[in-house]
């Protein structure tokens, strides 16, 4: 069975202060890894795709990569309004996407 | 260019009763897939609906049923609604054969309350 962790649940920043969220996964025929950003209420806003490992996307203050195991987004002087919760998910060879639980992300000014 | 609209986006409903839950996918988009969100945790996959047809389930019971027009709109239907299920319901459109065909993109959701 697909599985995915995130790590940590929750972490509280200083604006500026970078740091990295962590995904672990197993995935049967993974075709893709994926990252997105939830605010509260709202559905999952779409920020990268990553296919094969070694492979990193950058995205303003947001940069993700790949290994064989396991998916960093590192973020980088990071801004009150990244606060949010980042859900990572994979996407495999039975086309549904597996999804973590998320990380509640809070950066505070 | 509109993105993946749900409707309606809040619902309230009573145990025993069904509800039918509705999206359109981004424009060019021929994949719709719902996800089941419960607070505090990630979506969790219902089904994919692909040329009409569902193409893959999850791990939820017959109660769950939904439909693919062939304008690649769907519907999600839910019968003898029970506490539990109460949720925010997702919908997703991916663009099928072109681009990777796998990236899939969110509506806002409906948030459903079952009392």
């Known amino acids: 069975e697909d599985q995915v962790t995130q790590s940590p649940e929750a972490l509280r920043l200083q604006e500026g202060e970078s740091s990295s969220l962590n995904c672990s996964y197993t995935v049967s025929g993974l075709r893709g890894l994926f990252w997105y950003r939830q605010d509260p209420g709202k559905g999952p806003e779409f920020l990268f795709t990553l296919y094969s490992a070694g492979e990193e996307k950058e995205k303003e203050r947001l940069k993700a990569t790949l290994t064989k195991k396991e998916s960093f987004l590192h ?8 606060s949010a919760t980042y859900l990572c998910a994979g996407g495999g060879s039975n086309y549904k996407l597996t999804f973590g639980k998320g990380t509640l992300l809070t950066v505070n000014p | 260019d509109a993105g993946v609209t749900q409707s309606p ?12 839950l509705r999206c359109s996918p981004k424009s060019g988009h021929d994949t719709v897939s ?3 969100q419960a607070l505090g945790q990630g979506p969790q996959f219902i089904f994919q609906y692909y040329e009409e047809e569902e193409r893959q389930r999850g791990n939820f019971p017959d109660r ?22 109460s949720a925010l319901y997702l919908c997703a459109s991916s663009p099928g054969g072109q681009g990777d065909g796998i990236t899939q993109y969110f509506g806002a959701g409906t948030r459903l309350s079952v009392l």
């Open chain 2, 9 to 20: 986006t809040h619902l309230i409903k009573t145990r025993g009763q069904q509800v039918t």
């Open chain 2, 64 to 85: 769950f049923s939904g439909h693919q027009f062939p304008n690649y709109s769907s519907e999600l239907n839910v019968n003898a609604l029970w506490l539990g299920d």
């Open chain 1, 75 to 82: 973020i980088t002087a990071p801004k009150p309004e990244d």
């Open chain 2, 34 to 36: 719902w996800y089941q």
